[in-house]
């Protein structure tokens, strides 16, 4: 590993795996970065990153008070020089960590000037030093993305503004934050939207907004072409929060948005459990409908809170949530270009640096056990197994003609009439979840 050239988290040396057995609370006991299996490290397989917008801009605020959290680096002679020390402590952070990715939205790394070209100037600035930070740790860019949704221009939507000039600004900005990432070499371009969406329909025009918005991300198509980005966009599904109705609501309805647009070849998903769980779906059930259409991008690794209606954040540490996830992804042949992004942060009480790491190393360790238990769920292959078998009426004979659309109703009816009542066969589920269990405890 090579040196971080800052010091901002004195008295904690990068994370060591130590076993199931260490007690050391700044230890890793399932994630050992260098273990090798099928002939790639666990840090390749599982592709961790750290959400910059969370661990180094989160303050802990909320609607009800300001933030809590203060770091010893916000500091310097002027806001480009502070958006650089705390940069500084980030790829600290991440090297001790052993996150090999980072993601971030252009506005969470440097400040806003008065214009869009000071503000450009801004992010060049911060750009390059980042590029030098990358070049010296070997942290790498999982993917960039652009805040259309913090700046007050933004509060009727970006894409999906009714005014064209909030549109054009938008594009600008995108176009911008298309050119660093590919400038930082990432590997993806995310697309959340924010604020894409509505609120009452007494002042919106549903259709026109989205047609507006597949316009807008077929300039991005468009544009990614002439600049030579060759990374995938992701678009990330999230059905309420900001807005009451989000047009990318989960990800059935962004499979069904980007075919009418024409955008399904040039899109995957990026997928979030506490945006999943918003939607009144599991983690694995949008997982599971992302691949079923070829379109499993990558992970925004968080959870929600069952009791909160709201995307709350959470570092997640759910072995069993996870296994279930971790099996679908791996049947689904991985993530590819994506990773396990940590769209999560601390809780508001949750004030010193050091909570970052136990924040990451239980979420880390949560995933990397998940991963294995799913390994040994699929070379055992007793549920796979199980699975097929429910099916395997169609594998054969008249099942097989269905599935192969060489019979249809008619020959169906008078096959009925033949062979009668089907024989009714038990779901297991039960049998299942006690099956599940045996792998997890
Ligand atoms: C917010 C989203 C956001 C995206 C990136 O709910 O999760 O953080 O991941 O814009
Ligand atoms: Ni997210
Ligand atoms: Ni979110």
């Known amino acids: 590993m090579k040196k971080s050239p800052s010091d901002h988290f004195r008295g904690i040396s990068p994370i060591a795996f130590e076993g199931r057995s260490s007690s050391n609370p700044l230890a890793f006991r399932h994630y050992n970065p260098d273990e090798v299996i099928e002939g790639k490290t666990m840090s390749a397989h599982m592709r961790f990153s750290i959400a910059y917008w969370h661990s180094f801009r989160g303050t802990g605020g909320d609607p009800f008070g300001p933030g809590t959290i203060q770091r010893p680096w916000e500091k310097g002679s002027d806001p480009v020089s502070v958006a650089k020390n705390r940069l500084d402590a980030g790829f600290e952070f991440f090297q001790k960590i052993r996150a090999p990715f980072w993601c971030f939205h252009d506005r969470d790394i440097a400040p806003e000037g008065k214009s869009l070209a000071e503000t450009n100037k801004h992010l060049d600035k911060v750009v390059a030093h980042a590029k030098a930070l990358q070049k010296a740790t070997g942290v790498k860019l999982l993917w960039g993305t652009a805040n259309l949704f913090s700046n007050p221009r933004y509060m009727c939507g970006a894409a999906t503004n009714p005014d064209a000039q909030v549109f054009a600004y938008a594009a600008a900005q995108v176009k911008k934050a298309m050119d660093v990432t590919l400038e930082l070499g990432g590997e993806n371009y995310v697309f959340w939207g924010g604020r894409e969406g509505y609120e009452t329909l007494l002042n919106t025009d549903l259709k026109r907004e989205q047609e507006h918005l597949a316009a807008f991300l077929h300039m991005a198509v468009d544009y990614a072409k002439q600049i030579g980005f060759k990374g995938q966009f992701l678009i990330e599904p999230k059905p309420k929060e900001p807005t009451k109705h989000q047009y990318d609501f989960d990800v059935a309805s962004g499979i069904a948005f980007l075919r009418t647009f024409g955008l399904e070849k040039h899109f995957k998903f990026n997928i979030e459990t506490n945006h999943a769980t918003l939607a009144g779906h599991t983690f694995q059930h949008e997982i599971e409908t992302a691949a079923a259409a070829g379109m499993l991008g990558s992970i925004d690794a968080n959870t929600g809170d069952l009791l909160l209606g709201w995307d709350t954040d959470q570092f997640n540490t759910d072995v069993r949530e996870l296994t279930l996830a971790m099996l679908s992804i791996l049947k689904a042949g991985g993530l590819g270009s994506g990773g396990f992004n940590f769209d999560a942060k601390l809780r508001r009480p949750s004030i010193d640096p050091e909570d970052l790491f136990h924040a990451h190393i239980g979420g880390m ?70 099956l599940l269990a045996r792998y997890l405890h």
Do not use: H, T
């Open 365 to 434: 360790d949560a995933y990397a056990l998940s991963f294995k238990i799913a390994r040994r769920i699929i070379a055992d292959g007793k549920l796979d197994r199980f699975v097929a078998d429910r099916y395997s009426s169609f594998d054969s004979g008249f099942g097989r003609d269905i599935e192969r659309k060489k019979v249809g109703f008619r020959e169906l009816d008078a096959l009925v009439q033949k062979l009668g009542e089907p024989k009714p066969r038990s779901g297991k589920q039960e049998y299942l979840e006690n």
